[in-house]
Structures are given as C-alpha cells and as structure tokens.
C-alpha cells in the first residue's frame, strides 16, 4: 500500500481525521521525541491542520509540548503533508513530514530530522480489503515500523538535541472516527536483540451501541522474523492498562504469545486532547515515549520463551474518555494563518 494523503481524497461532505507521526528516542539517555501533523475534517467543512511536537526528557520530568493550528494544509510534491508554514522558518511556524523526514517549528522548538527505515512496512489490519471496508473507522499503517533517524531539534530554553542514530518509527493512520479505547505500543533499542521491534494498536468501539472487547493488530520482528499479533479471529487477549502502564497478553500467529508488561516513569507522560471529527466530546490521550518495556515472547511450534528488555525504548499511547486519569493536558495551542 503506497503511503498518500487521504484528507486530500476525502469528498466535502464527509468528516474524517488523518495523523502521520514520527517517534524517535536516544539509543544512550531517556529522551525521546513524538511529533504529528494531522488533518481534522468536519463534514461540509475543509480540512484544517495542527503541527504537535512532543519532548519527552525523564531528568526534566514533565514533557515540553506544542501545538499550532492552520488553515493552510496541502499534499506536497514531495511529502505527505505540510501545514502552515512547512519549511518551519517563517515566525508563523508549521511543519511537514514525508519520506525523507519531518521538518517544521512550533511553540519555540524547531527541527529537523531525516529517517532512514531499516524495515519494509507494516500493515496492520492483515487482510487489504479491510482498508477500503467501512470498518474498522480507524486505519492505520506503518511506512517505517522500524527507522534510524539523525538530525536536530532546538528547544525554546536554547537546548539542542543532537539526534544521530536514534530509533523510532514513522506511522499513518486515518478514518471517519476515533477507536472509543485504544493503545498504542512500539519498542525499540532491547538489550537482548538490538534488531528487535514491536508495533501493535489495540481498540474498542462502539457497535449497536456496546463496547465491543479489545482486538488489537500489528507485529513484532525478532532475530529478523516478522511475526503477525492479533487480527480479528484471534481469541485470548487480555488487557489490564492506565495511566502509568499496561499489562498485556496477545496471542499472534502461529500459536505465538507475547506477553508485554510497560511502565511509565512518573511525570514524563505527555496529556493531549484528540478532538472526535464529528464535534463530539473528544478523547483524552496520554503518551509516553520514553517507557520501559519488558516483552516475553514464545514464537509457534514449541519454541521456549524470550525475554526482551528496553530501559527506555517504549512507546505507550492510551485514548479514553475519561477526564480524571491525573495527568495534566497540555493547554496552549498557537494558531497560524
């Protein structure tokens, strides 16, 4: 599947959401860095689009965020998606991402960063047909489930983060409505198997007016061999998460099981706010890009389990609606012409 913009495709009279995303994190230190372009459509309406950068640092505890908001939103010849002022230089700021990279600047830190994917894509949902299904709302996919990124990133307070050989990943994902529960979990940089990486979404939503139980859908890559985790008919998953972490069990193929346990340290998850492309109530999302991550792996056809650790190679994204989980919300956003 060839990664495009889809909010440049999506008829006037439909609502939609569209996020391309980059996470990289030091291979030395827990510093990490989350930055989003996304397109928010409301039906009958234009897309608008919002440049988030995201600074995860755990010796400074809480992270730096920033966020600004424009009309101004196009597909570039050369990239997915530029926002406001693209090229980050002008005082208006903006940002765009694509292939070689993400550049752009907003609340005071600017950036730059090529990545380099060490992976072919990943397709989450495991069948093509369910891209182009009604359901699931949400699609994602992953250009780069696995990428080296180098660079720089200047913060407001006059730091510079010297981005040479960290990992991350570049993601997609789209459609008409948010899951109405999910997670989001990658892992990078174990101790065990410096290649090693995984990347799962899991989500609930609401079908005939019921919460539908967790179905979660992505891969893990170990010693080289990519693995399916989840898919729709896949049964045992088990799900207990927070705040501060989660604690999961998912079945993938082959007889394979991957049991994931995360922590957050305290005070580095960032709390945003997702509007619903509809104008509903929103969810709160709670990020941490910096989390320690403990996987135990048991491949098919008897293989004896595997323990993987990163100390701070972790990702963790949670979605809720609820309002009282304890971490702050990033409150300022800065709006551009």
Not at 48 to 63: E, I, K, M, Q, Y
Not at 151 to 177: A, F, K
Not at 221 to 239: C, E, N, P, Y
Request: glycine share 14%.
């Amino acid at each position: 599947m060839r990664t495009s913009a889809m909010f440049a495709r999506t008829p006037a009279r439909k609502a939609m959401y569209e996020s391309f995303y980059v996470r990289a994190v030091s291979p030395s230190e827990p510093v990490g860095v989350w930055i989003r372009h996304t397109a928010q459509k409301r039906a009958g309406a234009a897309a608008v689009g919002s440049v988030w950068c995201t600074v995860f640092d755990a010796a400074r505890g809480r992270p730096f965020m920033a966020k600004l908001t424009s009309e101004s939103i196009r597909e570039p010849s050369d990239g997915w998606v530029a926002i406001g002022d693209a090229d980050g230089a002008g005082t208006a700021g903006g940002g765009t991402i694509g292939p070689a990279g993400t550049r752009g600047a907003c609340g005071g830190a600017s950036w730059s960063l090529r990545d380099e994917p060490r992976t072919d894509p990943l397709q989450h949902l495991q069948r093509a047909w369910l891209y182009r299904a009604p359901l699931p709302r949400t699609k994602l996919t992953s250009p780069a489930p696995d990428a080296r990124f180098d660079g720089s990133l200047h913060m407001p307070d006059q730091r510079e983060l010297d981005v040479e050989n960290w990992r991350g990943m570049v993601g997609h994902n789209w459609g008409s409505e948010h899951a109405e529960r999910w997670i989001w979990l990658h892992g990078v940089g174990f101790a065990e198997d410096a290649t090693a990486w995984l990347d799962v979404a899991l989500g609930r939503v609401i079908v005939g007016g019921r919460l539908t139980p967790w179905v979660a859908n992505g891969a893990i890559s170990l010693d080289g061999r990519r693995v399916q985790i989840g898919g729709l008919t896949a049964r045992g998953l088990r799900v207990a998460e927070g705040v501060e972490g989660c604690e999961l069990h998912l079945p993938g193929e082959g007889g394979t099981t991957l049991e994931a346990r995360v922590a957050v340290p305290p005070g580095t998850a960032a709390g945003w706010r997702y509007d619903d492309p509809d104008g509903g109530a929103g969810h709160d999302v709670v990020n941490c890009s910096i989390a320690r991550l403990e996987l135990s792996v048991t491949l098919g056809g008897g293989s004896a389990t595997r323990t993987l650790t990163s100390a701070h190679g972790g990702a963790y994204e949670l979605g809720m609606r609820e309002r009282d989980h304890g971490v702050p919300i990033a409150q300022s956003a800065q709006d551009a012409g």
